[in-house]
């Protein structure tokens, strides 16, 4: 938690202090082992921390940072000049923050209307929208009808947990009448996002 931060300053000075006194207590052909065991143990953490931090974590971490929503929005903006509509799923967890800060929507355009504008839309239901961009998800529990559901021209950036099948593994296991555009996935491989169109007849 960031207010833990403000413990470091005394953590620094009680351990220097303590290293100190211990230093200093140590008989004088004890003192090159000393400080050399202390910096064998301190570059040892520094090295496992560091490998923690770039090698593990990202992994077993890579929910809580919200992993592929970078990736995810990036790319539906950069497609959304093909589609009338661009639906980012809410069925995980609210997108508004990720949304403006990865897509760099003009502040200008939002400002003093953020997120007040509504519209139904047919198997959605009432959802939030700025410009072309909505904020819903359908109101199915299937992935596999909504190739049905979703309007024309709209291309929709669907949870994982809402699909339900690993699609960068079984691409095959696609809907039919939907057209698989991009798969995100989290660090460790696992799917996080999913952008689909409908297949126009």
Request: charged share 20%; net charge positive.
């Amino acid at each position: 938690a960031t207010r833990l931060f403000f413990l470091l300053p005394f953590l620094l000075f009680f351990v220097s202090l303590g290293l100190y006194h211990s230093y200093k207590s140590v008989s004088n052909k004890y003192k090159i082992i000393f400080l050399v065991s202390v910096f064998i143990i301190y570059s040892t953490s520094f090295y496992l921390y560091k490998h923690n931090y770039f090698v593990h974590y990202p992994t077993y971490s890579e929910r809580w940072w919200h992993s592929g929503f970078e990736d995810a929005i990036k790319t539906a903006v950069s497609e959304s000049k093909n589609y009338d509509k661009v639906i980012i799923s809410m069925a995980d967890e609210p997108a508004f923050i990720f949304f403006l800060g990865w897509s760099q929507y003009p502040p200008e355009l939002i400002q003093g209307k953020l997120f007040k504008e509504k519209e139904t839309i047919a198997n959605f239901g009432e959802i939030t929208k700025i410009g072309k961009y909505y904020f819903g998800s359908p109101l199915i529990q299937n992935v596999y009808d909504l190739g049905s559901k979703l309007p024309e021209k709209t291309l929709y950036v669907a949870s994982a947990k809402e699909v339900n099948v690993n699609l960068i593994l079984e691409p095959t296991r696609t809907p039919r009448d939907l057209k698989l555009i991009k798969s995100v996935a989290f660090p460790s491989g696992i799917p996080a996002f999913y952008l689909f169109t409908k297949i126009s007849p």
